[in-house]
């Protein structure tokens, strides 16, 4: 629940900031962070892995629908294509190699976010890890001695990694958003 929370807040406050919101368009955080960014009118970008005729998973394919008509839908998959478990692996590798910096709000400890994870760090993008991934996986906590990685344990704390890395935004969280 926390990790839904923290999602929303971290997004409001990106598209405060005029940023754009690139996620995989899974259950849980993934919806949470498009359907912010639409309701809050910022931008958004989700990466599915299946062809782009299909939604995966249904529920959330009205959020899809969405996205395709005021956001920016990709994949890099036949039109008719399921979803395959591999597919989900690339999509996080398309999302690390096309945002400027990744922040991982959840993930297990063999989650496609500690992909998606990896692979920022190894394209040399900014990773910040929020407290709930640092505190629960041992890979978290070993990325944090790695140049470019960070840890946040609040979204002021998020906000002022963000205002380091990302040039131009300069705005505090409002007072009352999440921690």
Do not use: C
Not at 119 to 139: C, F, K, S, Y
Not at 146 to 173: C, H, I, K, M, N
Request: hydrophobic share 45%.
């Amino acid at each position: 629940m926390r990790g839904i929370q923290l999602a929303t807040a971290i997004t409001e406050y990106l598209v405060k900031q005029s940023l754009t919101v690139v996620s995989g368009l899974a259950a849980g955080i993934d919806s949470a962070a498009h359907e912010t960014a639409l309701r809050t009118g910022g931008r958004t970008v989700a990466f599915i892995a299946t062809g782009i005729t299909k939604s995966y998973p249904a529920a959330n394919r009205a959020t899809q629908h969405a996205i395709g008509e005021r956001g920016l839908l990709l994949s890099q998959f036949w039109p008719e294509a399921p979803p395959h478990k591999a597919n989900f692996l690339l999509r996080n590798n398309s999302i690390a190699q096309y945002a400027s910096a990744a922040i991982v709000v959840e993930a297990g400890e063999h989650s496609g976010a500690r992909n998606l994870a990896r692979q920022a760090v190894e394209l040399g993008r900014p990773l910040i890890l929020t407290d709930l991934v640092t505190d629960a996986n041992d890979w978290a906590q070993q990325l944090l001695s790695t140049s470019g990685v960070y840890r946040a344990a609040s979204l002021t704390e998020l906000a002022e990694v963000v205002q380091q890395v990302v040039p131009g935004t300069r705005r505090e969280p409002d007072a009352g958003d999440a921690k």
